[in-house]
Every structure is written in C-alpha cells, then in structure tokens.
C-alpha cells in the first residue's frame, strides 16, 4: 500500500525561492559546454569527476570546493575538474545514509524530503558559485527539474543502468550523462542503455505525455562488476577499457567512457586509487585508449577513510571510503603533469 504523506514542493516554486546567481548560471553552462567539448573530441583536456561519495554536511562540502577550485584552476590546462556534490544514494540493501535528500541531517537519521529538496538546491548553488562545476547522481528521475539548471553532470547509477525511466529522462536532458556499466559488468546492456538515452524518446512524466529530442552527450562509466558470489571484478585495466571499446563499437555507439578508480574496480579500498590512476595515465599515449577515455573519477573528501554517521568527526566519508584532499591533490597535480 502507498500512503501519501504529504505534497512536495514544486520545482518551478523551488527555483523561485532559491534563484540562480549570474555566477553560478556562468559557471554551470561553462561546464556543460566544456564537458561537451571534451566528450567530442574539441577539447584535449580529460574530465575529473572528484568529490565525496555523499555529501551529507554541507559546510564540510563547501570547505572541501574552495580547497578543490583552488587545484582545478592550477592544472586547469590539462584537467576539466568538475565536483562531485551526490545528494541521493541508492543502498544494495535500502539500509544506511542515503543522502542530503533524504536526510539533511545526517545524524539525525530523520527522513525529510521536504528540507532535503531545499538542501540538495542550495548546495549545489553554492558550489557553483565558489566557481566549480557540479555533478550529481540521478536516482530519482523526477527530481530532475528540481536542479537542471545547475548540474553541468548527471550519472546514473549501476543499479538503475537499465531502468527505462532514467534512460527516458536522460534523453530529454540538456547536460552530458555517464550511465554507469550494471553490478553484472556488461558491456552490451550499457551499450543498450547509452543508446537508447541518446535517442528521441516519448513518454510519461510528471503527468504529462512528453517528448525528447534524445541526448548525444551519454557515455559509459566504467565502475567494476560483481561477481554472483560478491567478488569485484574490475574494468579499469587496460584490456577491459579496450574490450568496452570494442563492444560499443560493434553495437553502434560511438561514445568514451569516464572509469571510475572507486567501487568494484578499487575494492572501495582508496590506498589503490593512485595505481589505477596511474596506469589510467600511462596509457594515454595510446591514441585509441586516448580517445576513447575522456576522463577519470575520484572519491575524495577533506578527510581520508569513512565513518559512521554518527560517529564524530567533520569532512570523512559516511558511506564508502574516500582519498583525503591532501592525497587528492597530490594525484591531480601527479595526472596533470603526467598528461
């Protein structure tokens, strides 16, 4: 049985309260239009995606974007730093933290959308406005109106890969969109996903019978795969990249791939991210390998390790395990001088 429990807040009410600076507007459409360039081939740079896993404290968040902007614009030549600011989180067994949406205070544990949607609004503002461009995951599609004018990235995630709403939805939206390989790890059904995103598409939403122009920015991320006896299985060397490359080649999708140095290909163990990363960076003098990763994503947060949430401590993951910043930057400057 479903129960309503209340009406949310509309997004075009959302956005009223909560406006758009001229700033951040710039500094998103930049990114949309830079991620763009960078998928297609005009721009030479690589996309990092880098941020905590959740952002579950929005102070913590913030400190950790002004530490971030100030490394981006460094190795801005070589490095297209957009920032993981992911305020939802699906759990394999619907237990734990599952994001700024749900809970906007964490320890608290209460679930209250209603403050959640304010929340995940007015971070992503004020990321923006600190000058970075932001990324969010898409776990619930119709949440989307409710930032589209501010995410310059969206992924959708491993457990809704082939779900037909997210695919119908990142058809229709107007920002590049990482589709993220299944927990099985294949590569023909994210090829399937990819396409069908990519193309027109007419469908039910929000009560009304819509239609899309189809969205020619979705690509693959390469996150792992789990075996069915829960055993990782990772992507992220170079003949799975090659292989991915291969198989989307032969299903017709003409796209890269961003691999992510987190999940099943690390374990969600952070100590092996710089030897994934390297080998990532190493490989870039290969002009297929080259052109067909357009960037690399990073778990980072202004502390190392994770936590529980309510266990003390300010800036430390409170779902998977994370690089610290001082690490991060450390791989980021090591990346773009590598490149």
């Excluded at 989307?144 to 995630?157: E, N, Q, R």
């Excluded at 990772?234 to 999708?253: E, I, L, T, W």
Aim: glycine fraction near 10%.
């Amino acid at each position: 049985m479903l129960e309503r429990i209340k009406p949310l807040i509309s997004a075009d009410e959302l956005k009223k309260q909560l406006p758009v600076s001229d700033k951040a507007a710039r500094v998103r459409d930049d990114g949309v239009r830079q991620i763009k360039a960078v998928l297609d081939g005009t721009d030479s740079r690589k996309i990092f995606i880098v941020g905590p896993c959740s952002a579950d404290d929005p102070d913590a968040v913030c400190e950790y974007a002004q530490k971030l902007k100030a490394v981006a614009d460094k190795i801005q030549d070589k490095i297209l730093t957009v920032m993981r600011v992911y305020t939802a989180k699906p759990r394999s067994r619907g237990d734990g933290y599952m994001g700024l949406l749900h809970s906007p205070n964490a320890k608290s544990g209460n679930i209250d959308f209603q403050a959640g949607i304010v929340a995940m609004r007015k971070l992503h503002i004020d990321v923006t406005e600190i000058g970075l461009p932001t990324a969010d995951e898409m776990v619930y599609s119709q949440m989307a109106p409710y930032t589209d004018d501010l995410l310059s990235y969206v992924t959708i995630g491993a457990r809704t890969a082939e779900d037909p709403m997210h695919r119908f939805t990142a058809s229709g939206l107007d920002v590049p969109i990482g589709i993220k390989n299944s927990l099985g790890g294949n590569m023909t059904e994210l090829a399937g996903s990819i396409h069908a995103a990519s193309k027109s598409n007419e469908f039910i939403f929000d009560r009304s019978i819509v239609r899309t122009s189809g969205n020619a920015y979705v690509h693959g991320v390469l996150r792992g795969a789990v075996d069915l006896d829960g055993n990782n299985i990772p992507n992220c060397g170079y003949d799975k990249v090659m292989r991915a490359a291969k198989d989307f080649k032969s299903q017709g999708v003409n796209c890269g791939v961003i691999v992510d140095t987190g999940h099943a290909n690390s374990g969600k163990n952070p100590s092996m991210v710089r030897g994934i990363l390297a080998d990532i960076v190493g490989h870039f003098a290969d002009g297929e390998y080259n052109a067909f990763v357009k960037g690399i994503m990073i778990e980072s947060y202004l502390l190392g390790g994770s936590k529980a949430v309510t266990d003390s401590g300010r800036g430390i993951s409170v779902t998977d395990p994370c690089l610290s910043f001082a690490e991060t930057e450390d791989l980021l400057l090591y990346a773009a001088a590598a490149l």
